[in-house]
């Protein structure tokens, strides 16, 4: 057995621990309280699973449970940045690309450049998988915040043209159903006074 390997993969895994500490500004639905990263990963990762024959194009369910697991693990290092955070969002790429070096360097060099490239790959939003991906990763936060009565965007004073430039044309190229389905939740959202 290769040792150091298997210790660079550990390293790794229990570095991913930390994912359960990242919180979110969305609440999760039967308690009082904002889901973690590796909740969110988890939730996505069920949805690429259940979903998938509701990709716009065929996509590998694998590649893209992998991805939607990996996805946020720079968020370790970088921090959660809140959706509609403006000024947050103006450092975010480069805080996100220096934790993604020391991250994935963690890995043995194959399965670095492999986790390295499936993160790459979903903020690149190219392939079939990765639009996919962040079709689900635009609308399971919609979704848990409009079942919760709007309760994130109600603290952040969040308006309506914000939600729907950030969902509509990604979670469209994703999938017609999500996207069908983030237009609809925006407009009762709406209608209902969830959203400014």
Known sequence: MDNARFNSQLAFILELDHLKNIYRRTYVLHEDRRENDAEHSFHLAIMACVL??????????????????????VEID???????????????AARE???????FALLPEDQCREYRG?????????????????????????????????????????????????????????????????AEIIETAKQEGMLL
Not at 97 to 103: E, G, P, S
């Open 78 to 92: 970088a921090g959660d940045t809140y959706c509609y955070d403006t000024e947050g969002y103006k450092t975010k």
């Open 118 to 182: 499936l993160w790459e790959e979903f903020e690149a939003r190219e392939t079939p998988e990765a639009k996919f991906a962040n079709a689900l990763d635009r609308v399971q936060p919609l979704l848990l915040n409009f079942k919760k009565g709007g309760i994130s965007w109600k603290e952040h004073d969040v308006r309506a043209e914000q939600v729907t430039a950030r969902n509509c044309g990604i979670t469209d190229d994703g999938s017609e159903v999500i996207g069908q389905l983030a």
């Open 52 to 73: 998938a024959e509701h990709a716009r194009q065929k996509v590998d369910v694998l590649r893209t449970v992998k991805m939607v697991l990996i996805h946020d693990v």
């Open 97 to 103: 690309q220096k934790a993604a070096d020391r991250l």
